[in-house]
């Protein structure tokens, strides 16, 4: 069996891992491949450390935007419901349907906060009324709003 070297990526690489990964590899491509273009540092105590310290401060941001993501949605709860108002026909029927756009302004217009129209989830809206809406603020965190439909 072949002898392998160890080597830190210092860039995504398709078939090998992501950026700050300790990965084996053959010495020739490591040799000839990654360590001339730049794509891996060798293996030291140092750029363990730094590695190390690298995935840390990425911890501590993704947590950090875990933590915004569960106040907005501590904000929103607190808000409780968002008005829509929509033209309707007789018996309530609206002209056209309540869209994600229509959410993501009411939204923005009652926290001054932007969201992103791709992370809201409305349900099939024809009629004024109240409606559960979800909005993904973050991965792991969802935020379900209630959502009155008027006529104006």
Same mark, same amino acid.
């Given at each position: 069996?072949?002898?392998?070297?160890?080597?830190?990526?210092?860039e +995504?690489?398709?078939?090998?891992?992501?950026?700050?990964?300790?990965v084996e590899?053959? =010495?020739?491509?490591?040799?000839?491949?990654?360590? =001339?273009?730049?794509?891996?540092? =060798?293996?030291?105590?140092?750029?363990?450390?730094?590695?190390?310290?690298?995935?840390?401060k990425?911890?501590?941001?993704?947590?950090?935007?875990?933590? +915004?993501?569960?106040?907005?949605?501590?904000?929103?709860? !607190?808000?409780?419901?968002?008005?829509?108002?929509k033209? !309707?026909?007789?018996?309530?029927?609206?002209?056209? !349907?309540? !869209?994600?756009? +229509?959410?993501a302004?009411?939204i923005?217009?009652?926290?001054?906060?932007?969201?992103d129209?791709? +992370?809201?989830t409305?349900?099939?809206?024809?009629?004024?009324?109240?409606y559960?809406?979800?909005?993904?603020?973050? =991965?792991?965190?969802?935020?379900?709003?209630?959502?009155?439909?008027?006529?104006h």
């Amino acid at each position: 069996m072949a002898k392998r070297v160890q080597v830190v990526l210092s860039e +995504d690489i398709l078939s090998l891992g992501k950026d700050g990964d300790l990965v084996e590899v053959a =010495p020739g491509y490591a040799r000839n491949f990654l360590l =001339p273009h730049g794509k891996a540092l =060798p293996v030291t105590p140092a750029v363990l450390k730094q590695v190390e310290h690298r995935r840390a401060k990425e911890a501590e941001r993704l947590a950090a935007l875990k933590a +915004d993501a569960v106040a907005f949605r501590t904000a929103l709860d !607190t808000i409780g419901r968002f008005t829509v108002k929509k033209q !309707t026909g007789g018996d309530d029927v609206l002209f056209g !349907t309540v !869209t994600n756009v +229509d959410v993501a302004e009411a939204i923005e217009s009652a926290t001054k906060k932007l969201v992103d129209k791709r +992370d809201i989830t409305v349900p099939e809206v024809h009629r004024t009324g109240n409606y559960k809406v979800q909005v993904k603020l973050h =991965p792991e965190v969802v935020a379900e709003i209630n959502l009155e439909v008027v006529s104006h």
